[in-house]
């Protein structure tokens, strides 16, 4: 794992990361998905890809008349999901790209999805990665963020003792990331969920 100016890159992890994370049709994925409210149709971003485990069941979601697009820092985790895509026969356009500087155009999604990314983000990143990702979604778009949040009282000694090391989590778990995303003229984050290390948000473009 190397440091990266925009955050933190898993790319040397990129052949074994299929080993270490949730897959794409597993229940914690498939939750993802129920949670984000993916509709048949609609164009959906992943924001931090890695190697497309949630862009996949995004794609699948979005039915025929839907797409999706997937952005990570790390060029193999991009290299894999293309080939995972490509097997499976489903048409996604991954690109090696930063949240704080989108390829995308003013309004083109309904959807962005992160998964697990946004502790990695210095918060000057945080903060321009927001801002790009209000600029792509459609009018009323909706943002569906799922990371490491203000623990839950169960968990909180082990993920402080865990995450407390990292300035960009450190800023999360002390609860400062809704204030920021309401900064970034989004509405108020609605926590969905909150399990015993996530937590699941909707927010909208305000």
Excluded at 156 to 164: G, K, Q
Aim: aromatic share 8%.
């Amino acid at each position: 794992m190397r440091k990266h100016h925009r955050g933190i890159s898993l790319d040397g992890l990129s052949k074994y990361y299929d080993l270490m994370t949730p897959a794409e049709r597993s229940k914690f994925r498939q939750t993802q998905i129920a949670l984000s409210g993916v509709r048949s149709g609609e164009r959906v971003l992943d924001v931090g890809c890695g190697t497309g485990a949630l862009t996949i069941p995004a794609r699948i979601a979005a039915g025929e008349a839907g797409a999706a697009a997937g952005i990570d820092i790390a060029p193999n985790m991009i290299a894999t999901a293309r080939q995972k895509a490509k097997k499976l026969g489903l048409d996604i356009d991954f690109r090696v790209a930063s949240i704080d500087d989108l390829p995308y155009p003013d309004g083109h999604f309904n959807l962005v999805l992160s998964s697990l990314m946004f502790h990695h983000l210095p918060v000057a990143v945080k903060e321009k990665g927001l801002r790009e990702i209000h600029r792509v979604l459609k009018p009323q778009g909706r943002f569906f963020l799922s990371d490491f949040m203000t623990p839950h009282p169960l968990t909180a000694a082990l993920m402080f003792l865990l995450l407390i090391w990292m300035g960009s989590t450190r800023y999360q778990l002390f609860g400062k990331l809704p204030a920021l995303i309401k900064s970034c003229g989004f509405s108020t984050p609605e926590a969905v969920a909150k399990g015993a290390f996530l937590t699941y948000y909707r927010i909208t473009k305000a």
